[in-house]
């Protein structure tokens, strides 16, 4: 009886211990993101006062109209064109190539699995000079085309991988059986196996999106005028004289929304991609 | 006709390669042009001295990597890029694991706790990098100015503006960015763990320290292997944190290798040094992973 009684106290210590520590993790976790959002509709005068209070005790849209009357619209047009490109070609050329290297032997096999290693590895400021020479030479430079090919450097290798993985978990029998019935490859894999791989290309696919969207490193270099991208344009305002912190908040904010809200929604399978290894930095 | 390639028959296996071929093809292409040439160029790029404003283009030899070993603050960035990895990580991983275990618990919202600490990894770097330098504002970001007032940063200063706090506040900025990846990891490997080495433990009279010692970390340990090998890999290049933060300042005291050959490339046009620069720094990856990989497989072959 007695160490059980002696467990249960040191339990309800060790408990209570857990919940403030959870909670202090908590607090460090979501505390910037909420400070965010709360610098977004806090007015001027409670912005910019050294002593800050932790609450607002007003609230104001006019950061949101603010950056909405200014050309910022225009960079989420763009990142929203470049996000979404880049997501539909790298997943149907990365499902196809998943699909071949898993399904069939051929020459040249493990050579493009070799280079789908090194390239997933590989750190995207290495390839800053030598991308930028060849889209320049492509005349692709600074437009939106040219962010798009460098961000399926990026979501091309992951998306070959992780649909890899995918098709894998397919059973071959399935198609087999379509080959068998002189469906051809082709219509074998669109009939048997796309369907069955909708988890595995929702789950692709928003990692694809968020990868691009996130991506800062090679737009920079490549965007230019007005086709920036959201993070690129947004790094520019902080450099200027007057810095809006409440507009800049407001945009941060916005990039942070599509990002959250796909998480969420498809968040069992955020898990399953994240520890798959699907995201880089 | 022995000797067509298989590819070429007119057999099933054929049939199966050009089907495997077709499918891999529009991949492999867009490989090949976007990634292989482009890394092939720069190993050429290296060995000229490229002005990206006039477009002059002169072969260099080896000129530009003999620059690397003269090039004093190209070291002391390498030696930023040492502490900025080997803290980042010691700090994602450490509190990866704390946070882990915290939520290894069947407690009702546990899952929700989980998914608000994955937030940090979630949300943009670009919003992150930018909320953190509101927070860190001089005048009127709410960290420093209560640091300020608790006497622990001089009025008006902003720790990322320091030269002394710089580097380690981007680090700390950098581990709470990175921790939630970590401890989804060491989570999931904990929740394979199999129960029956807790109860054996605990037949032996084992206490939650010595079952956390003698059971969750040795299962832990290839995870955070992976961990370290992958995470290691990206930390040591990774650019964008550190350039949104702080430009790699004030006076390259936050500097790392990224930010170094970016500011080369973009500041001062010198392509043909910072592909030298990269180079190196690819050559080193490789060198570092082909050893790593080595020892990997001399392990596996020996534990066999």
Known sequence: MRPEQRRSKASKAGIAGRVVALALIVFFAVGPILWMVMSSVRPADQLFQSDPSVVPTAVTGAWYEEVFGSGALRWFANSFVVAIVTTLVSLTLGTAAGYAVTRFTFPGRRVLLACLGVSYLFPAILLLVPLYLVLASLGLAGSLAGIIIAHLTITLPLTTWLMKSFVEAVPRELEEAAWVDGQGYLGAFLRVTLPLLRTGLATTAMFAFILSWDEFLLASVIAQGDNVTAPVGMAGLVTSFDIRWGAIMALSTLVTIPVVVLFFVLQRYYEKGLTAGSVKG | ?304
């Open chain 2, 1 to 304: 006709m022995a000797s067509t390639p298989a590819v070429f028959s007119r057999g099933l296996t054929g049939r199966q390669q050009r089907a495997g071929i077709a499918f891999a093809l529009p991949a492999a292409l867009l490989f090949a042009t976007i990634l292989a040439y482009p890394i092939f160029e720069s190993f050429r790029t290296s060995l000229f001295s490229i002005d990206l404003l006039t477009g002059n283009a002169e072969f260099a030899g080896l000129s530009n990597f003999s620059e690397i070993f003269s090039d004093e603050t190209l070291w002391s960035t390498i030696g930023h890029t040492l502490i900025w990895t080997v803290l980042s990580l010691a700090g994602q991983l450490g509190l990866g694991l704390a946070a882990a275990l915290l939520i290894d618990a069947d407690w009702p919202g546990m899952r929700w706790i989980r998914q608000l600490l994955l937030i940090p990894y979630v949300v943009p770097v670009i919003a992150s990098a930018l909320v953190w330098q509101w927070m860190l504002d001089g005048h009127y970001g709410v960290i420093s100015t209560s640091l300020q007032s608790w006497g622990a940063l001089d009025p008006g200063a902003n720790p990322l503006g320091q030269e002394s706090t710089s580097l380690a506040t981007v680090v700390l900025v950098n581990i709470w960015r990175g921790f939630p990846f970590a401890m989804l990891v060491f989570w999931a490997r904990m929740q394979s763990i199999d129960p029956a080495q807790y109860e054996a433990a605990r037949v032996d009279g084992a206490g939650p320290w010595r079952e956390f010692v003698h059971v969750t970390l040795p299962n832990l340990r290839s995870a955070a292997l992976s961990l370290l090998a992958l995470r290691g890999i990206w930390t040591l290049m990774y650019f964008e944190l550190v350039w949104l933060l702080t430009r790699g300042g004030p006076a390259g005291s936050s500097e790392v290798l990224s930010t170094y050959i970016y500011k080369v490339v973009m500041g001062e046009f010198r392509v043909g040094y910072a592909a030298a620069i990269a180079s190196f720094a690819g050559l080193f990856l490789g060198l570092v992973g082909l050893v790593g990989w080595i020892l990997y497989r001399f392990r596996v072959r020996r534990a066999a």
